[in-house]
């Protein structure tokens, strides 16, 4: 996200988690999480992932059925 910033203002990126316990996404998918919609990046952007590093495994886990 960070060379995305520097090298091209035009482009988008997004962050979507599979095969996780939990499920947020606009289409109600199971195991799917959408962390970080389509959009530009930016300093909150990357301060806001880098803020759940510590906890990801707590917070997203992972799916047991059917994976």
């Given at each position: 996200m960070k060379?995305k910033?520097?090298?091209?203002?035009?482009?988008?990126?997004?962050?979507?988690?599979?095969?996780?316990?939990?499920t947020?996404?606009?289409?109600?998918?199971?195991?799917?999480?959408?962390?970080?919609?389509l959009?530009?990046?930016?300093?909150?952007?990357?301060?806001?992932?880098?803020r759940r590093?510590?906890?990801?495994?707590?917070?997203?886990?992972y799916a047991?059925?059917?994976?």
């Amino acid at each position: 996200m960070k060379t995305k910033i520097i090298t091209s203002d035009n482009d988008k990126i997004g962050i979507v988690l599979y095969g996780c316990k939990e499920t947020s996404n606009s289409l109600n998918f199971n195991h799917v999480y959408v962390l970080q919609k389509l959009d530009s990046p930016d300093a909150a952007a990357i301060k806001g992932v880098e803020r759940r590093i510590p906890t990801f495994s707590k917070d997203f886990g992972y799916a047991r059925e059917g994976l």
